[in-house]
């Protein structure tokens, strides 16, 4: 372990609720100045642990000190008192309101007893705290119109604003772009300068190994190892995460691949993307990947109806369709796994039953009336087929891990058999395992001989899995590599994508 | 592949109760006022009175809970019970002289066609221009209530068929069992029946449900959205015709001034059965529960002799009470 002073130190946390137990005693150490890892599948307790640290829920057991002092945290405001500061994966940010307002959010300065805000004040604060940080942002400027890594960067610059010792980020990672993540591991490297101990969760092996100091890995609640990072190991950490030899990261495919399915001709929609033509063959999977905003999602979305084309055709099966809407797509064997699941996909309050039989609830139905039973013994059967951890059918949507979600939304499209499928980051948030468990399935369709359009930022992912890799940037499709031998590097694709050659 | 066992949740007694809050709410309220009243609220006659009294406003709170499910509102149905009110008494007035049923029939068609064509367009506007349903069912409840006093000039429509009073006051198989199941009683159940598998058991509900839910998500898993939601308006409205029919027959009148603050008591009855206003979560029997909860209210304070003025005080307080026992229990449930 490192020599600096501890931080943190938590010991014997321990965390239930009706029917789980989150944490069964959980031992961390945050040394100043290095940042450590926090790894392990949905559901083993990171998001639980990162809730009793910031005083979002009390701990049933365990003991927190922060700098030597022995310490019970009340509640949010208490945690920010003893300077731990929390980033979550979803922003907490009022949108019509400046990057100022934002980051001093209830605390804004004023002359005494004067009701109204001292915005020069505000704004030279602000300013100041942005240099500090080495943040470029404009502190005037309402937070709605900065790209979501700068967003980000004012959540962080509000979590430091209350000189933090302690900081946590709940996966930083998933929504940026590469280039931004080198931007926020700048800050990082930054912030370990001047001694703030940083708490980094990630899905992403790679990010771990670029930033970490120590890795503590957690499964099912417990400690399964903590040690520095030199001397981990990517497989090692891998199986402690899943508790099982995960033999390889993407399991191997072996199909034929079939005719033209899905094909694209000349297509264009204005401000989004530009004249892209390419087609996906039965069995075969076509990555699209590209920097985020590259209108890779919108070219997959025109072939569901979700888009409009301005030009240009969409064909399935060799005949000319123009969807107007995604019921249209679906009816002609179209799917569509969306990017973000909670706001896309799926119906949080309702059931995983609902969830599931929502594209196609006349399954379950004679004359419109619904069976429930058919609908469970639909559910029941996709559950145990994808592997979907819940006590039943009726199990509430939200109380499931990111990666049984993702596997809910695949199931609904599951129960019955489509064409074509588009997958928009299908393992976005998604652990290990799980993601292992999604690669399987997008296999099974491949050999099913469903034409696959995966959209993914993930290079590794995308090099993995793919029959062919389109990349995208700004809008226009740079080239399709062929990887049958899964061999494409990163950096080809990087290149790419950043617009640097244009082979076409 | 590993196999995770997961331990069942404990069914408590606080989740039975959690889960039953709004019966259990309900019951206790009868148990409270049958003391209160020395037990003139329990006898058989005041019972069949209350549920009398609830008819008309739950069976139109059962469609208001459809289009509160899909996140919608609709401020319209009290301005429509008048119009259509005074619609199907024009109808029935000139069709005077035709057998009574099809005289009636053709009331209950006219009724049932104005308020549905006014729910379709609300329905068509909210949908087609995006624009808040409270706006524009705020604009269709002024312009109903307008033409109910215009197409009557402002003057009730008394000309209406003797047998229409049937409907409005009479009981089923009243020489076989007495006065036991009054006509609008008959069709609140019929219409609870209804209402309640369509919500719950069909391919239509789970859209309504879904819609509410989570708009975009449903949008992209096919649910037709619009049309959802335009049904939900055209069913209210419809409903909204039987009622006013309905109530041309308890007063044997077609009167354009019935129906005021309609639309607040039916929200009420919808919101104090658990009904979420932000759409997605809600039921048809929780809506009947609301509905009795507040009828069981107003005909206690009657018998209490409690002043008319000081009655809609604590209908207000009721109302806000039961909104926060149903908050507090629901938090209670999720620990």
Redesign the interface.
Known sequence: MTAAPLRLQCSGMCKSYPGVLALDGVNLDLAAGTVHALVGENGAGKSTLVKLLSGAAPPDAGSVEIDGENVSIRNARHAQQLGIAVVYQEFNLAPDLSVSENIFLGRWPSAPRRPWIDFPKLHDQTAALLATLGIRLSVRQPVSTLSVAQQQMVEIAKALSLDAKILILDEPSAVLTPHELDTLFELVKDLKNRGVGVIYISHRLDEIFRIADDVTVLRDGRNVSTRTIQTVERDRLITEMVGRELKNEFPPRCCTIGDVLLRFENLTARNRFNDVTLDVRAGEVLALTGLVGSGRTSVAQTAFGAVRADEGTVSLAGRHRRFTTPRQAIAEGVAMLPEDRRREGLLLERSIRENITLADPGASATWGFLSHRRERNLTRRLMNDLQIKALSPDTQVATLSGGNQQKVLLARWMARSHRAMILDEPTRGVDVGAKYEIYTLINRLAAEGVALLLISSELPEVIGMADRIGVMHEGRLMDILDNPARATTQEQIMRLAAGEIDTR | ??V?E?????KTLLHRIVQFRMPVVLALLIVMVTVLTDGSFAKPANLVNVARQISFEALIAFGMTLVIVTGGIDLSVGSLVALTGVAAALVMRATLDTPPAVCISAGLMAGCGVGALFGTTSGIIVTRFSIPPFIVTLAAMLIARGFAFIVCNGQPVYELPKDLIYLGRGFVLESAIGRVLPVPVLLLLLGFAGFH?LLS???????V??VG??E?????????VRRTKLLVYMITGGLCGIVGLLQDAKLMAGDPKVGEMWELNVIAAVVVGGTSLFG??GTIAGTLIGALIIGVLNNSLNLLHVEHFWQKVVLGLVILLAALLDAALRRLGR?
Do not use: F, H, Q
């Not at chain 2, 997961?6 to 404990?10: A, E, H, Q, R, V």
């Not at chain 2, 058991?201 to 859209?207: D, H, L, S």
């Open positions: 592949m590993t995770y997961i331990p069942s949740t404990p598998i058991r069909t391919v239509m509900g789970r859209r449900i879904a839910s989570n975009e998500a449903a949008r992209l898993a096919g649910i037709p997605g979560r620990r």
